[in-house]
């Protein structure tokens, strides 16, 4: 044998996991929340359930979820990505909405005005993420989320 072969590496094949880009998984996280301020600013209304929660459709697994502690949770990550990236925004005009929500409270236009400035801001937040930051901030959110809902039940 004259001319040398390296040998094959006899390693199996692993397909790694598709996974979306950050601009796809941002429009469809601020989708639901666009959709929410759409029809407050054209119809004046939320979607609300029987119990007169307010409510809103995830078109990615087809549930109904209440809006007011998603929305809340959405506030929780952008400001605790903004901590971690040293970054002076907060997620105010969100939070605020997420409160009036609870409250049914009324939604005026200086709260409508600031969250359509807010929203691009969401916008450029979420797509400069890559996947294990925004991983990693989904996690703390719902540690959160958990934390929160064992203080105010008292366990």
Request: with cysteine; aromatic share 6%; glycine share 6%.
């Given at each position: 044998?004259?001319?040398?072969?390296?040998?094959?590496?006899?390693?199996?094949?692993?397909?790694?996991?598709?996974?979306?880009?950050?601009?796809?998984?941002?429009?469809?996280?601020?989708?639901?929340?666009?959709?929410?301020?759409?029809?407050?600013?054209?119809?004046?209304?939320?979607?609300?359930?029987?119990?007169?929660?307010?409510?809103?459709?995830?078109?990615?697994?087809?549930?109904?979820?209440?809006?007011?502690?998603?929305?809340?949770?959405?506030?929780?990550?952008?400001?605790?990505?903004?901590?971690?990236?040293?970054?002076?925004?907060?997620?105010?005009?969100?939070?605020?909405?997420?409160?009036?929500?609870?409250?049914?409270?009324?939604?005026?236009?200086?709260?409508?005005?600031?969250?359509?400035?807010?929203?691009?801001?969401?916008?450029?937040?979420?797509?400069?993420?890559?996947?294990?930051?925004?991983?990693?901030?989904?996690?703390q959110t719902q540690?959160?989320?958990?934390?929160?809902?064992?203080?105010?039940?008292?366990?």
């Amino acid at each position: 044998m004259t001319h040398a072969r390296k040998p094959r590496r006899n390693k199996r094949y692993v397909p790694r996991v598709a996974r979306l880009p950050m601009l796809i998984k941002t429009q469809q996280t601020l989708a639901p929340l666009e959709s929410i301020i759409d029809q407050i600013e054209r119809d004046g209304t939320v979607t609300v359930d029987a119990r007169n929660v307010p409510i809103f459709h995830c078109v990615a697994d087809g549930e109904w979820y209440a809006s007011a502690p998603a929305i809340a949770g959405m506030a929780d990550f952008f400001d605790m990505w903004a901590v971690r990236h040293g970054h002076a925004f907060k997620a105010t005009a969100l939070r605020q909405l997420a409160n009036r929500l609870e409250a049914g409270m009324p939604i005026d236009g200086p709260l409508m005005a600031a969250l359509n400035r807010e929203i691009p801001n969401l916008r450029r937040i979420g797509a400069s993420l890559d996947q294990a930051d925004a991983s990693d901030l989904l996690r703390q959110t719902q540690i959160r989320a958990e934390l929160d809902a064992s203080a105010a039940t008292g366990a």
